[in-house]
């Protein structure tokens, strides 16, 4: 049994588990040699689902993250807690799940960490690295800030930050955007979402070198830090935030170049599911924001093969194009010799509908919303096991990141280190994942999904097999209520004080 998971079947307390974290990091420790405290480099890529080569989708271009998830480890059932960008983050940095209804928001970070006084509480784990000596560096979207910084998408730049205290830098280039909410929704020709009044679409093949879009920018920035940083010698955590694939899919024409969009395939589920209520739905409303597409989404029927197919090819050239900005990174990190001695996690905030269950977007507590790529390479472990099956959770990330930079966890959390799991081939069958939103929980087992919704309309319980129905088309509540009493107590435990239970 996976121990760093067993109180989440038990249902031990956060005493009992803080103090079991401890013991096995203290026993991991004093059987090791001596090791250089390790410099960690934090890569999140907004929207980004498990659309690459090395998580079993042959069409997509992605030789730098396999590559990084095949000398590392990769999980294949890594779950966000929400499916919305400021919501996973605030779960991502603070190790917690929702408890509030403001947890479920993009304001939660704003919210509940920003313009507040310090403590001896870390703020977040960025903050928690800073207090044990690492030196903080973000670059690009970490919080749900573009920039790390607070003001609204046609405000003038603030000198607020999302998270006061976790950075000893907090750097951004928004180039001909001016802003960092300009350039995340912004086009080739400096022009942005905003400035064009939504008339837009939601894709865009710039005739422009990398740094022709924002992203390039950052890693144009990044690059220049990591040789400051080179000459420095405390250790160091990075932060880098890419946009893309986030709406809008734009990229540079030679990343679009790489595919044909005739042999893309298009979701293998494209239709609403069967015995549930359109609640659990939403009508696209994001997408369709960029009024300037060829069709607008909806619930009423799907958009057409073609349009579907377009708008892989340019979700798919998004993906390229931030694989190569990493790829510049990997090969830096080795030209200067950091690769030695430094951590790479590679995170999406959420997965993302390319029409599947006819949805555009995120905001579900279905598979495709919830499910992203989570990598962890470490120069130290000897990660017998690459390709980790386990399920797990975004909470798990604070304290893994935390023991493998050998800090002891002092924090109460939800989430549990992954450590053992990079250095063991067993697969933990007992693991769970906890999602919110839409007024509901999702639970994920190693078989199934079970979600209960705490709204008026029926039917508010779903479960998915998984063992037969990896993409959701059907609801089998009904057909196996064995399956939904056996797992109901487990769902009803992630109730964190979010819904009423009557």
């Known amino acids: 049994m996976r121990l760093i998971h067993f109180w989440?079947?038990?249902n031990i307390g956060k005493f009992s588990k803080k103090f079991l974290i401890a013991g096995i990091s203290l026993l991991i420790f004093s059987c090791g040699k001596q090791r250089p405290v390790p410099n960690v480099i934090f890569i999140?890529?907004?929207?980004?689902?498990?659309?690459?080569g090395v998580y079993g989708n042959p069409q997509v271009h992605s030789p730098n993250m396999d590559a990084i998830a095949k000398q590392g480890s990769y999980f294949t059932h890594h779950y966000v807690q929400v499916p919305t960008c400021g919501a996973s983050r605030y779960a991502l940095l603070t190790g917690l799940r929702p408890s509030l209804p403001v947890h479920l928001t993009n304001a939660a970070i704003s919210s509940e960490l920003s313009e507040k006084p310090e403590t001896d509480k870390p703020e977040t784990f960025i903050h928690k690295l800073k207090m044990e000596g690492y030196h903080t560096i973000g670059i690009g979207k970490i919080s749900h800030s573009a920039d790390g910084l607070l003001y609204g998408y046609e405000e003038a730049v603030s000198q607020k930050k999302e998270l006061p205290y976790s950075w000893d830098e907090l750097v951004f280039n928004a180039g001909k955007w001016m802003t960092g909410w300009n350039a995340f929704f912004g086009y080739a020709n400096g022009e942005n979402r905003q400035s064009l009044k939504k008339q837009v679409t939601p894709y865009e093949k710039?005739?422009?070198?990398?740094?022709?879009?924002?992203?390039?920018?950052t890693t144009e920035l990044a690059i220049d830090?990591?040789?400051e940083l080179k000459q420095q010698k405390k250790p160091f955590f990075m932060g880098i935030g890419f946009f893309k694939p986030h709406l809008p899919f734009n990229a540079p024409?030679?990343?679009?170049?790489?595919?044909?969009?005739?042999d893309i395939d298009t979701s293998p589920n494209p239709y609403i599911p069967q015995q549930i209520n359109q609640q659990s739905l939403h009508g696209s409303g994001e997408f369709n924001q960029y009024a300037l597409g060829d069709e607008m989404a909806g619930i009423s029927e799907p958009v057409s093969e073609a349009y579907a197919r377009k708008l892989r090819h340019a979700y798919y050239a998004s993906i390229s194009y931030i694989d190569a900005q990493i790829g510049l990174l990997r090969k830096e990190l080795k030209q200067l010799e950091l690769d030695k001695n430094t951590i790479i996690v590679i995170w999406g905030d959420h997965g993302w509908h390319l029409g599947d269950q006819q949805i555009w977007g995120k905001h579900t507590l279905f598979e495709n919303a919830l499910k992203s790529p989570l990598i962890i390479y470490s120069p130290y472990e000897a990660h017998q096991n690459k390709k980790i099956e386990s399920v797990v959770e975004t909470v798990d990330i604070y304290p893994t990141i935390l023991e493998l930079c050998g800090i002891r966890q002092e924090e109460q959390l939800d989430g549990a280190s992954l450590k053992p799991l990079l250095q063991t081939k067993n697969l933990a069958t007992d693991a769970l994942a906890y999602s919110y939103f839409k007024q509901g929980i999702s639970l994920r087992t190693p078989g199934y999904r079970l979600t209960k919704y705490y709204r008026k309309e029926l039917p508010d319980i779903e479960l998915y097999d998984h063992t037969k129905d990896s993409v959701e088309s059907k609801n089998v509540a009904n057909e196996l209520p064995e399956v939904v009493k056996e797992l109901m107590p487990l769902l009803e435990n992630g109730n964190t004080g979010l819904y009423e239970v009557k």
């Open 206 to 217: 710039g005739d422009v070198d990398d740094k022709g879009y924002p992203d390039g920018l």
């Open 44 to 52: 999140a890529v907004d929207d980004l689902r498990t659309e690459l």
């Open 8 to 10: 989440r079947v038990m």
């Open 225 to 227: 830090k990591l040789r």
């Open 253 to 262: 024409k030679k990343y679009w170049e790489l595919y044909n969009r005739d």
